[in-house]
């Protein structure tokens, strides 16, 4: 091996010793650095798990939906605009939605009812998804009362509970026929909710927009595209908050490792001292420093990740699920799909590895610089 | 030889408490001899060994390594007179790595790892071919009776035997100046006695030999050359 | 926008960076200003300690800047769904005033620190420390401008507003538009073939005349950087076209894309190395006769020149070979 590589072998084999010979201050730092590098690298996998999630489901979303806007407020639509817009050219399918939102106040969380006209749906039953099946503690077959506009209870029976697939939005949802919806809510005839609206090119979307309006200026056209970025904006900006959040918590992890490295022991000054002394420069001891910080690096760094992973995808992010899947109490408790990418491995490298490195280069500096003849007097 | 002319060393000048411990030296020590450098303490005796051994730079004053430093510096010839003083660290560094073998009071051993491995020490940074040191840090601890010790850990050896091991530390770059500060303050006559016999060998080998010494069996030795004795940072005489 | 998990990032790593700058530029400036070599006073023995530090610090910050170049790229390139328009990073960058600019001052930076590491590593090998006042004077002109960049960067990103309008690279690298980036896109490659291989085999004669005969450094430095500028508006005008096996794709980012292999990497990897390592040839030109140098400083320069045709060689076969396999043909 050639003498300046075998240098760098060398003095990385004689870091891995030192580290080892104080095995009890430099575990501590690695626990902690690993602990920084595990609560940061958990929430960022987390959010971008959800986002995925969050595409998956808005894949079978429709291209568009138009609302209508009384007052500045979201207010019914009326049916007869759906033969109007089917009419529209490059529209292929209109479809008046009819939903809401229902607060039961047993649990107090809030409940999506949409109405479908699945046939498979028995008259006055209803499907529900696997969240409120779990906070109602009810199954297949069971009855449950809802409370109408009139404070009186109805009740229906549930014929099937959804299946687990893609839990995020559908697991706090209540299927009903458009009859019982409208006699629960008191939604009246003729109105509908929203109309969601296919495209068979979605390039066109933009101009059947502007047609939309023209058509009906009252209403408000909404693009998947854009609530693909509203979505993308809420989850980053969920996700930065507690990333400033814990921020606080590296800074003092920061000054805890510049504690540790500057709090250089007497004994290791002395060491350095006497390395020095034998024919050690100062660039030998940064760089026994640097071996020194990549090892402690690389293994907290790569523990972190994994216990991350583990911690999100394994064991469904238990930690912080209630920080970040905040609209509603039903926290569908399903399994996040597994993925790993370089970009979020590169980003959890400048969150935690950069701020250490850069507070741990002064004090290497320190060390390094002992004066050769301090070996001579003690 | 060394050659040192009006080599001041003072700690902190400029400041409200300047102290001078080497003042106006100006000597000449020859090769391939044994000088000892005695006086009382504070006199300034290891100031002065760490100055000749590129471990600090004096203030002011020239120090001059002739035919020595080999080829420390990429452009002299091996054999022409180097001056040290105003060089920069990383090749006072290359000097004494390759010059200079310290052996220290306190041995300044480094603790938890083995006899072998400290004896090593010296030869990380060069990056030389590690069988190669090997075989040479192992045959000089055998030759210093150490071939039990190879593997143990220094913590747990005698002052004779750590002493030793110094030894062979110092010797592991084949210097060509071995400078020993205080060698036999902690050993007792006997040990000090062997110490002694090894420092003839080494002279016989043609190494130069600086020793500082409170201790009669040193500076009264027939080994000595040269005896320098120093008095508050001044040579007061030279025999 | 600001709470992205890559902007925090970026952010960080420019904090970092200025942060270690300007105490390297602290540092150089009283090195600068207290230096006196013939000395043995402790404030100087002081100083010369303190070159570790500085170097230490700057071979950091280059690093970082480095990496966070890329990530700076790959960043704008994953926000691009958020912005209407965009296609990619160069939309992204589009979105308002100082996209572009943050992105050449890194460039810019990253080739200057690297000269500055080539200078302190020939500085390091003279006796009498021979290069400390230009090193140093470099050091306090690149500071302000990692400070500029990290100021552009940070108007760049806090000035991200989802939603807004922005440019596709379609539109941004296309021809028959206007602007500095279409006129590169429509550049057309009967003109730009022959520059870049002209430029490449003036950089391998400049190598060959500098290895062989040891003439010519600054030349050869010249023509780094000219393979630099020439190589990027080649990858613009027609590389990349193989590259996308599009006839109308000029966009110099998408290649950082996945569906492209990252090639992008490698590409823009060699160049800026090869680019440093050019530049610091010519850096060291201008030193050639101090002292305590002439020794060490031809062995140095031969190094670096080896590593700029090697890199220049690497860039060339990879594009070589993907125009060879690509179907596509001009
Ligand atoms: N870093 C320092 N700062 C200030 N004073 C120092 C420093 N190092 C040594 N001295 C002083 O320099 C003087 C000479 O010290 P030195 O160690 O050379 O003496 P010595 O002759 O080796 O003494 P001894 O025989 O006790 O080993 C002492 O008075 C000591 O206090
Ligand atoms: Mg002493």
Redesign the pocket.
């Known amino acids: 091996m050639r003498p300046s590589l075998q240098r760098y072998r060398n003095i990385l084999d004689f870091a891995l010793s030192s580290l080892l010979r104080r095995k009890g201050r430099n575990l501590a730092l690695i626990s902690v650095y690993t602990l920084v590098v595990f609560v940061i690298a958990s929430l960022v996998f987390f959010v971008q798990a959800l986002k995925r999630e969050a595409h998956e489901l808005l894949a079978q979303a429709p291209d568009m939906v138009v609302q209508r806007m009384v007052a500045g407020r979201h207010d019914p639509v009326p049916l007869a605009q759906v033969e109007a817009i089917r009419s529209i050219r490059g529209v292929d399918e209109v479809q008046a939605r009819l939903w809401g939102y229902y607060y039961d106040p047993v649990f107090g969380g809030n409940l999506t009812v949409l109405a479908t006209e699945d046939a498979a749906l028995a008259p006055d039953a209803i499907w529900i998804g696997q969240g409120v099946a779990r906070s109602m503690r009810v199954k297949e077959g069971d009855l449950i009362p809802l409370r109408g506009y009139d404070g009186q209870s109805t009740l229906f029976s549930i014929q099937k509970v959804l299946p687990e697939s893609s839990e995020l939005v559908s697991s706090d949802l209540v299927l009903m026929a458009p009859k019982d919806v409208r006699a629960l809510f008191h939604f009246p005839e003729g109105l509908a909710t929203d109309l969601a609206i296919q495209a068979g090119n979605p390039r066109e979307l933009p101009t059947i927009a502007a047609k939309i309006v023209e058509l009906f200026p009252d209403s408000r056209p909404i693009l998947k595209s854009e609530i693909l970025r509203t979505y993308e904006a809420v989850f980053d900006w969920r996700g930065g908050l507690m990333v400033v959040v814990l921020g606080s918590a590296v800074l003092s992890f920061i000054i805890f490792a510049w504690d540790k490295a500057t709090g250089l022991s007497a004994e290791e000054r002395k060491e350095i001292g006497v390395l020095k002394s034998l024919g050690w420069e100062s660039s030998d001891v940064l760089l026994l420093k640097f071996w020194e910080g990549t090892v402690i690096s690389v293994t907290a760094f790569l523990t972190g990740v994994l216990l991350a992973y583990a911690h999100v995808f394994f064991f469904s992010a238990s930690l912080f699920e209630h920080a970040l899947k905040g609209w509603s109490v039903l926290f569908p408790r399903f399994r996040l799909i597994p993925a790993l990418d370089g970009y979020q491995l590169t980003v959890l490298f400048f969150l935690t590895v950069l701020p250490y490195t850069a507070a741990t280069l002064v004090p290497s500096w320190r060390a390094a610089t002992v004066d050769p003849d301090a070996a001579?007097?003690s | 030889m060394i050659e040192l002319s009006q080599v001041v060393k003072t700690?902190?000048a400029g400041l409200a408490t300047p102290?001078t411990?080497?003042d106006r030296v100006t000597l000449s020590i020859p090769a391939a001899r044994l000088t000892v450098f005695k006086?009382?303490?504070?006199?300034?005796?290891?100031?002065?060994l760490t100055l000749i051994g590129c471990m600090a730079r004096p203030t002011s004053g020239r120090i001059h390594l002739h035919g020595l430093a080999g080829d420390a510096l990429p452009h002299l010839a091996p054999a022409e007179a180097l001056e040290i003083t105003s060089l920069p660290e990383r090749f006072l560094t290359a000097i004494r790595r390759r010059t200079f073998g310290f052996i220290f009071q306190q041995f300044n051993l480094v603790r938890g790892i083995s006899v072998l491995e400290n004896v090593l020490l010296p030869t990380y940074p060069t990056g030389e071919d590690p069988r190669a040191v090997e075989a040479r840090a192992v045959a000089r601890l055998e030759s210093l009776g150490l071939a039990r010790h190879l593997r143990s850990s220094v913590d747990r050896l005698s002052g004779g035997e750590a002493q030793r091991v110094a030894i062979a530390r110092a010797l592991i770059n084949d210097p060509a100046v071995i400078i020993a500060?205080?060698p036999t303050a902690h050993l007792d006559s006997r040990l000090s006695e062997e110490f002694m016999d090894l420092m003839s060998q080494f002279k016989d080998a043609g190494k130069t030999l600086l020793i500082?010494s409170?201790d009669p069996i040193v500076y009264d030795s027939d080994l000595a050359d040269m005896v320098v004795e120093?008095r508050d940072?001044r040579v007061v005489s030279e025999t | 926008m600001i709470q992205h998990p890559g902007i925090l990032a970026l952010l960080v790593a420019s904090g970092i960076v200025s942060l270690l700058l300007a105490a390297a530029g602290w540092q150089g400036f009283r090195i600068l200003r207290g230096w006196d070599l013939r000395s043995g006073s402790e404030v100087q023995l002081d100083l010369e300690r303190r070159t570790y530090l500085v170097s230490t610090l700057v071979a950091n910050a280059l690093l970082i800047q480095i990496l966070s170049l890329f990530l700076f790229i790959f960043t704008a390139e994953g926000l691009h769904n958020q912005f209407v328009g965009a296609m990619c990073a160069a939309g992204s960058l589009a979105v308002n005033a100082y996209g572009y600019p943050t992105l050449l001052m890194k460039v810019a930076t990253c080739l200057l620190a690297g000269v500055w590491l080539v200078l302190h590593r020939a500085d390091t090998q003279g006796y009498d420390y021979p290069l400390i006042r230009p090193k140093y004077l470099l050091l306090l002109i690149l500071v302000p401008l990692v400070l500029t960049e990290t100021w552009l960067q940070l108007s760049y990103l806090t000035g991200l507003k989802a939603d807004v309008m922005t440019s596709c690279c379609g539109s941004l690298f296309g021809q028959g538009r206007q602007g500095f980036a279409a006129e590169l896109a429509g550049l057309p490659p009967r003109l730009m073939q022959p520059v870049f291989w002209g430029t490449f085999a003036a950089l391998l004669g400049a190598g060959f005349l500098l290895l062989r005969f040891r003439r010519g450094g600054g030349l050869f430095s010249a023509l780094s950087l000219t393979f630099l500028l020439v190589a990027v508006t080649a990858l613009i005008s027609f590389f990349c076209l193989y590259i996308y096996e599009l006839p109308t794709h000029h966009c110099p980012f998408c290649l950082l894309q996945r569906e492209y292999g990252f090639v992008g990497y490698p590409l823009y990897a060699t160049l800026l190395g090869g680019a440093i390592a050019g530049l610091g040839v010519g850096a060291l030109a201008f030193f050639r006769d101090r002292e305590s140098l002439t020794a060490v400083l031809p062995t140095l320069q031969a190094h670096l020149a080896w590593t700029t045709l090697l890199l220049a060689v690497i860039f060339t076969l990879i594009v070589g070979v993907w125009m060879a396999l690509s179907p596509l043909r001009l």
């Open positions: 001579m007097r | 700690y902190q102290f411990a080497v006086g009382p303490s504070g006199s300034g005796k290891t100031t002065l500060d205080e500082t409170h120093m940072g």
